[in-house]
């Protein structure tokens, strides 16, 4: 499982030849140092590259020669977006209503995707009102016709007029979330030019735990000023 291939292939091979590639194993053969010494020997393989790697070389003394049990032991790499995911919700359980959230929401879509300008929205009458935002119009509108719950909408470098002031001008990423079947309660906005597949990823992430709870988080209209 470690290597890639079965036991069957793998017999009688060098481990240098299993090992291709991987220095350590060769400027320090725990195996062959075991060997000489007569001691337990420890070496880290790829310790700057995941999965990490850990090769323990045990002397067994038989009556005409000595063995080596060689032990690979691999660490899983962390998978950082699961890790991120986990922060995120742990963060919206800490709030009661959305306009608590709404702060950490943006700044986790900020530092997630590296765009300095996001905003929450919250339906009201044929647009959207700004929550909470930086760098953001306080309304945007025309927007319904285009989303769809569950549709992230990518327009990058042709501009998106969705406000009076033709907000956008560099593209958007906007994603509809809904509390009532099929109706679009609230965006998560984030101004941009090119977004990487990377930082989309992250902005869905973001949607998708929000979605989860976003019933749970009673919306208060925001009052005037709120808006930043």
Known sequence: MF?????????GERCTNLFSGIMECFKLCPVRKALETGNEEVLAVDSAVYPHKLIEAIPYDGEFERF????????????????????????????????????????AMESLTSVPCNGVYIKSGDGFELLYGKGMPGFISSVSLKLKVHSPLYVSEEGL???????????????????????????????CGAMGTDSRSRLEMIADVLESCIRRLTVIQPEQGDQA
């Open 161 to 191: 007029a969705l406000a009076s002031d033709g907000s956008f001008p560099f593209g958007a990423a906007i994603i509809p979330l809904g509390c009532r079947k099929g109706e679009i309660d609230v965006l998560l906005v984030s101004a």
């Open 3 to 11: 290597f890639g291939h079965s036991s069957e292939l793998m017999m």
């Open 68 to 107: 080596i049990l060689a032990i690979i032991h691999s660490s899983p790499a962390v998978d950082r977006n699961k890790m991120l995911r986990l922060d995120f919700a742990s963060r919206l359980n800490t709030s009661a209503t959305l306009n608590e959230a709404a702060p950490d929401i943006v700044n």
